[in-house]
């Protein structure tokens, strides 16, 4: 069974910094994609960051030059540094992976159960 944790959620000033981190667990053949989306209350979720296949990067224009993605990969763990956050970067984060669990198997999807970013004065 798959699972992905995310952790470093919290609250945090307008202007501050946090480090959100997902780890990948269970039996893996090969993870395709990784990322973060978000989902705010009354919104829907939303992509913020994630590695593409062959290792590219894309941003949600909303957090361009203010968050930055970053993986271990022998760790299977994803990370987003996010840097002068705003209060309207408050949400749930969640991290997502599009995973293939066996050689002959398809990859699927998984999602984390998220970690929640208050960014308050």
């Known amino acids: 069974q798959v699972q992905l944790v995310e952790s470093g959620g919290g609250l945090v000033q307008p202007g501050g910094s946090l480090k959100l981190s997902c780890v990948v667990s269970?039996?893996?053949?090969?993870?395709?994609?990784m990322g973060w989306y978000r989902q705010a209350p009354g919104m829907q979720r939303e992509l913020v960051a994630t590695?593409?296949?062959?290792?590219?990067?894309d941003y949600a224009d909303s957090v361009k030059g203010r968050f930055t993605i970053s993986r271990d990969n022998a760790e299977n763990t994803v990370y987003l540094q996010m840097n002068s956050l705003k209060a309207e970067d408050t949400a749930v984060y969640y991290c997502?992976?599009?995973?293939?669990?066996?050689?002959?198997?398809?990859?699927?999807?998984?999602w984390g159960n998220g970690t929640l970013v208050t960014v308050s004065s």
């Open positions: 269970g039996r893996i053949f090969r993870i395709n994609v």
């Open positions: 590695f593409n296949t062959g290792g590219t990067t």
């Open positions: 997502n992976a599009e995973i293939k669990t066996r050689s002959y198997l398809a990859s699927r999807n998984y």
